[in-house]
C-alpha cells in the first residue's frame, strides 16, 4: 500500500502540552498534507509541505519532512480542547498518479 | 466565498438501490475529487474530475461513477449498493490537479450514506 500511516493512533494530552504526530511513506512524494477532521465531519486543511521543503509552520502548527526517511511529522504546540480531533496526513506521489493516499489518523485528545 | 458544498447531508438507501451524490466545488476550483471514508479510516480516494472528464481512478469498481458539468459542480453515481458502501463519502475541490501541482485540497461536509 502506498498509505501514510500515522503513528500514534490516539494521543492524550492535557491543554497546554505539545503534541507530536507522524506519518510515514513508502514512495517518493510531490507534496504531502495535513488534515484535521472531527468527528464524522469534513476535513480541514492544515497545511502542505512540498517535497523540496523540510519545514513549514502556520500559527501553533509546525511540519516537518524527512524525504529520506519517508517521513513527516506535526506538531501542535500550547495544545487547546478544541484541538480534539483526528489528525490525518495525505501525499500525493508521480509513481501513483498522484493520486491522494491517506493514512489511518491520529485520534488526539486534549483533556481541559 | 462558500466553500465546497455537498448534498444531501444524509441519505438511507437499501441493497441494490442506485444514489447519486452532488458537489459544489469552492469558487475558483476547477477540479473534484471524491472519497469514501468508512468508520474509524483514512479516506479512500475514489476518482478525480477535471474538464468534465475523469483523470484518476482509485481502486473502486465500475458501480461507481461520476460526472462533471460545465460549472464545476460534479456528481457521485453508486448502482447496485451493497451493505460495504455504508460511508461518509467526501468531495474535495482545487485549482487544478492537486497531486501535480501541490495545490491545496478543500473539503466538503461530506454526505453520510447508510446501506440497509
Known amino acids: 500500500s502506498q498509505q501514510g500511516e500515522e503513528d500514534p493512533q490516539a494521543l492524550s494530552i492535557q491543554e497546554g502540552e505539545n503534541a507530536t504526530m507522524n506519518c510515514s511513506y513508502k514512495t517518493s512524494i510531490n507534496n504531502l498534507q495535513w488534515y484535521r477532521q472531527n468527528s464524522g465531519r469534513g476535513l480541514v486543511h492544515l497545511i502542505l509541505i512540498r517535497s523540496n521543503e523540510r519545514e513549514k509552520h502556520s500559527g501553533r502548527l509546525r511540519v516537518t519532512l524527512d524525504t529520506s526517511k519517508k517521513s513527516s511529522s506535526l506538531l501542535i504546540t500550547a495544545s487547546r480542547a478544541a484541538d480534539t480531533a483526528s489528525y490525518f496526513c495525505?501525499?500525493?506521489?508521480?509513481?501513483?498518479?498522484?493520486?491522494?493516499?491517506f493514512g489511518t489518523g491520529t485520534s488526539l485528545t486534549v483533556i481541559p | 466565498d462558500a466553500g465546497v458544498t455537498q448534498s444531501p447531508t444524509h441519505l438511507i438507501k437499501t441493497r441494490g438501490q442506485q444514489v447519486t451524490l452532488r458537489c459544489s466545488p469552492k469558487?475558483?476550483?476547477?477540479?473534484v475529487s471524491w472519497y469514501q471514508q468508512a468508520l474509524g479510516q483514512g479516506p479512500q480516494f475514489i476518482f478525480q474530475y477535471y474538464e468534465e472528464e475523469e483523470r484518476q481512478r482509485g481502486n473502486f469498481p465500475d458501480r461507481f461513477s461520476g460526472h462533471q458539468f460545465p460549472n464545476y459542480s460534479s456528481e457521485l453515481n453508486v448502482n447496485a449498493l451493497l451493505l460495504g458502501d455504508s460511508a461518509l463519502y467526501l468531495c474535495a475541490s482545487s485549482p487544478g490537479l492537486a497531486g501535480a501541482l501541490g495545490n491545496e485540497q478543500f473539503f466538503g461536509p461530506g454526505t453520510r450514506l447508510t446501506v440497509l
Open positions: 469558487s475558483g476550483h476547477d477540479t
Open positions: 495525505a501525499t500525493a506521489s508521480p509513481n501513483t498518479g498522484n493520486q491522494f493516499y
